[in-house]
């Protein structure tokens, strides 16, 4: 008799132990969904932010676009026959906070968008002003024209980029560039 309670303790042993270990996995379990969410999660937004960064640097190359082009067919390119002081006045045709570019990605649900940067100075009118003339720099090298006493000298026109780039889902990405391009001077 002493050896049939002695194994029905047993039993009762392994069960509790069964549902502990049953208990424990599925705490285990628990805690592994919780993690893969959480990096689904971190994922989504490396992912926006990823596609607002190449939205704003497809803004950059827009604007560099714009000052490769001073004889642009929409007239939007500097406008270096005016010499600096056309640089220092030229304001650029370019997407606005309000009505931002948007990107063809082939995508439905996903639409980047790039416009000028909210933050950056505004001209006369008050609005910000994505690409601005900021002086002039050194001569560029192996920009001659003729050898003629007064015939024009090529300097660095020294610019500044504004940029911001958006995805759908909310994420922005500001972007600084600084760059010259070389253009005749009177000189």
């Known amino acids: 008799m002493e050896t049939t309670r002695h194994r029905s303790r047993e ?20 805690a592994s969904m919780n993690t893969v969410m959480r990096d689904r999660q971190v994922a989504g937004f490396q992912s926006r932010a990823r596609t607002a960064l190449y939205a704003g640097e497809a803004g950059v190359a827009w604007a560099r676009g714009i000052l490769r082009s001073p004889s642009a067919p929409d007239g939007n390119g500097p406008p270096v026959k005016d010499g600096e002081a056309g640089l220092i006045a030229w304001t650029p045709i370019f997407p606005t906070v ?4 948007q990107l063809n990605t082939g995508a439905t649900n996903d639409v980047p968008t790039f416009s000028v940067d909210p933050n950056a100075p505004v001209d006369a009118g008050g609005d910000p002003v994505a690409i601005r003339y900021l002086g002039s ?3 560029c090298e192996g920009y001659v024209m003729s050898s003629e006493e007064g015939s024009p000298k090529f300097k660095e026109a020294i610019w500044d980029v504004r940029v911001e780039g958006q995805s759908s889902a909310g994420a922005t990405v500001t972007i600084q560039v600084t760059g010259t391009t070389c253009y005749a ?3």
Request: aromatic share 4%; charged share 5%.
């Open 11 to 30: 039993a009762g042993a392994a069960l509790v132990v069964a549902v502990m270990m049953l208990a424990l996995m599925g705490v285990i379990g628990l």
């Open 98 to 101: 309000a009505s931002p570019q």
């Open 137 to 139: 720099g050194e001569e």
């Open 185 to 187: 001077y009177s000189g």
